[in-house]
């Protein structure tokens, strides 16, 4: 399942609650996750807030076909992806990916293949807010790239 | 994507819906614009007539009808156009 | 942190509660996250019942040496490592490994590792019930090999 | 490791404590053994103390001290000795 919201989310909460209405019980050994969590420094900078903007439409049909190509190459049970959108502040949890697998290898695999997919390719863009005076000031700045994760 | 339409609507359509995001919609001041499509083959002559000069560089990303495109991309009536930079989700 | 439990956890409680009380709120981006759970089927029997064996005292330093390792390898914030002992029945987690860091790389590869390294080395043994009938014979099977997750 | 001790308690510490688990546990039919260090210098010395003719194979690993060992690692009066099979948790 795909979501993206402009709701804050508790990862843990959601992957339990997502966990219990599964229909796997008994033949998921392996449960691999991810969570990305907003920091309070970014290249050396302190940072107050986020904005972050996505392609309605465009972002939900490529986090689906990745999540897709990921259970056609591994051999997966489920898939949960939600990504926050709108407006963060440190310490809140932007994205998470969970994976559940028969075996640990193939759930291990896949969740950092749709990491690093989403990372590279899902459409969102990170605007951030480096104090309060600047934000005030309407002098944010867009995070220009994503650091490759292998 | 077909559907039958009055006469009277085919008009609305013989334009490209063009969109921006992030960086891109903030350097045209604009997040959408409809765009006349007489003269418009591909995604770099969509960035011809909407960029008032602006050179297109790598760090210009498009897609069409919400799939990632090259310049080279045909285009045509109804479609949906976006330009954007770099994805920095996650 | 180590922990070797013969009480049944609930894995996304355990995070969730060993997130709230750690230090570096603000400072971790990445959490990465491994949870073996029982399944109800190996090597194509059905199976009813485990027994965890471990080696008091050797399991924890074990454990407690892979974690170090892992935080001297990479550059991690912190990390959480839960293994159950005693009797376990289907869909009872059996392991959880957690692993916060600033950026993604270090939590996915890190997390791997401990895990490969506590199903390779760590001083554990599964013993299978595969029937009622049989667990009341007391004709249990020894798991004779964890296959390999890379 | 090395405490003081009395002379009466040194006595109890001229042995090796073996232990077994899982399978080769139920192999052996015991748990833990104290076992005299009267000619013992390696861990396959323990091993052929206690194996009763038992080949040992690959699939026989051991620990001195709670580390794992080989069956030439030197083995004293006090230390600890674990025979068991390739581990399975996780």
């Keep these: ?6 709701t804050p989310f508790d990862p843990w909460q959601t992957i339990s609650q997502y966990q219990e209405q599964m229909q ?34 465009m972002t939900e049909k490529h986090l689906e076909s990745i999540v897709a190509n ?7 049970l489920d898939t949960l992806v939600v990504h926050r959108v709108g407006e963060l502040f440190p310490n809140d949890p932007i994205v998470l990916v969970a994976v559940w697998s028969a075996h640990r290898k193939d759930s291990f695999e896949a969740c950092r293949f749709i990491m690093e997919d989403l990372k590279s390719k899902a459409p969102f863009w990170k605007k951030e807010s480096l104090s309060e005076a600047e934000q005030q000031a309407g002098k944010n700045r867009w995070v220009e790239n994503n650091t490759s994760g292998y | 994507m077909q559907t039958i339409m ?7 359509v013989m334009t490209i819906k063009v969109l921006y995001f992030a960086s891109l919609r903030e350097l045209f001041g604009r997040e959408e614009q409809a765009l006349d499509c ?4 591909t995604v770099a002559d969509v ?22 495109a090259e310049l080279d991309t045909p285009v045509k009536a109804g479609d949906e156009v976006a330009f954007f930079p770099p994805v920095t989700g996650g």
Tied chains: 1, 3.
């Excluded at chain 1, 399942?1 to 402009?6: F, H, N, Q, R």
């Excluded at chain 1, 990921?70 to 997966?76: D, I, Q, R, T, Y």
């Excluded at chain 2, 960029?51 to 799939?67: D, H, I, K, M, T």
Aim: hydrophobic letters at 35%; a negative charge; glycine letters at 10%.
């Design chain 1, 1 to 6: 399942m795909v979501t993206i919201t402009e």
């Design chain 1, 24 to 57: 796997c019980d008994g033949e998921f050994g392996a449960c691999a996750t991810f969570v990305g969590t907003m920091r309070d420094m970014n290249e050396g900078d302190e940072v107050n807030g986020m904005l972050l903007e996505h392609y309605p439409g």
């Design chain 1, 70 to 76: 990921a259970e056609e190459k591994w051999g997966l």
């Design chain 2, 6 to 12: 009055t006469q009277s609507k085919v008009e609305t």
């Design chain 2, 38 to 41: 007489a003269d418009i083959e």
């Design chain 2, 47 to 68: 960035w011809k007539e909407v960029s008032a000069g602006y050179e297109v560089s790598q760090s210009v990303l498009n897609s069409v009808n919400q799939e990632y």
